[in-house]
């Protein structure tokens, strides 16, 4: 993966992203709830999940982009009978 934006105007040190894959009914993280301190981007390239936030939820399919505000505490669910395969990134604090 290429970063084009560094982040280093706003003093950003590195950008995380990788490719999560869930299996039909898995969660992740698999109890609780995980959160960071910085944005997080969640594009779905396949599947459907459900986003659990601590106030609230929605479901997210194959195309959409899901923005996670900082210190949201959040989890989610492969609901698909299929892989469910996510783009995630965010810049490390």
């Avoid at 995380?16 to 698999?30: D, E, H, K, N």
């Avoid at 399919?61 to 989890?75: A, K």
Wanted: aromatic share 10%; proline share 6%.
């Amino acid at each position: 993966m290429r970063i084009l934006i560094s982040g280093k105007e706003n003093e950003t040190n590195a950008c995380l992203a990788g490719l999560a894959f869930l299996y039909p009914g898995q969660r992740i993280p698999s109890s609780g709830f995980t959160l960071h301190p910085t944005e997080e981007f969640l594009y779905v390239k396949s599947g459907t999940i459900r986003i659990e936030t601590h106030k609230e939820w929605d479901v997210a399919e194959e195309g959409d982009l899901i923005l996670m505000p900082p210190y949201e505490p959040h989890f989610n669910v492969n609901i698909s009978d299929k892989q469910a395969e996510l783009l995630w990134c965010r810049t490390d604090s």
